[in-house]
């Protein structure tokens, strides 16, 4: 069984991503053979035009929908041995109440490195995945600690 973590974001960079927020999550796999769920995600990401800091807050401005912002993102993954494979999944929030763009923008042999360091710089996504079929793989990542009861109804606590 593999403990999956969150992908970490580590910064931004250069790149041609389009405005709106961002998550990362992974999957491992043999070809021809067993797969894992997906990770978690990462927190959501916004890409805004300027540094957010405590004496410019008022300062942040977005970009126009769909507009190139001249920025990457940067995330570190964790590999893992037991697999030859690994899937990075790009999740674009474009609009909000709208469903996201799930694309798979990374399908390679597993790195060497036991963090692998992906930069996104606004490729194409190799291919797109609906949102159901990316929430069927995800599996449950809900774990509760104790399960109580209350007039015959089961409830998670301590999650």
Known sequence: M??????????????NLKSGMYEYSYQYYN?????????PSTKLIPLHNGALTVNE???????????????????????SKDFNKLIIYRIHYVETG????????????????????????????????SLEEYNMMTGIHIVPKTIESMTDY??????
């Open 2 to 15: 593999v403990e999956f973590t969150p992908p970490k974001f580590s910064g931004l960079i250069d790149g």
């Open 98 to 129: 709208v469903p996201p763009i799930i694309e798979t923008v990374f399908d390679e042999n597993m790195p060497s490195d036991s963090i692998y360091s992906f930069h996104d710089t606004g490729i194409d996504g190799l291919n797109i995945i």
């Open 57 to 79: 807050s008022n300062r942040i401005q977005g970009y126009e929908q769909d507009a190139k912002t001249n920025k990457g993102i940067v995330i570190e993954v964790p590999t």
């Open 31 to 39: 070809k021809h053979a067993q797969q894992t769920e997906i990770s």
């Open 154 to 159: 089961m409830f998670a606590s301590n999650i």
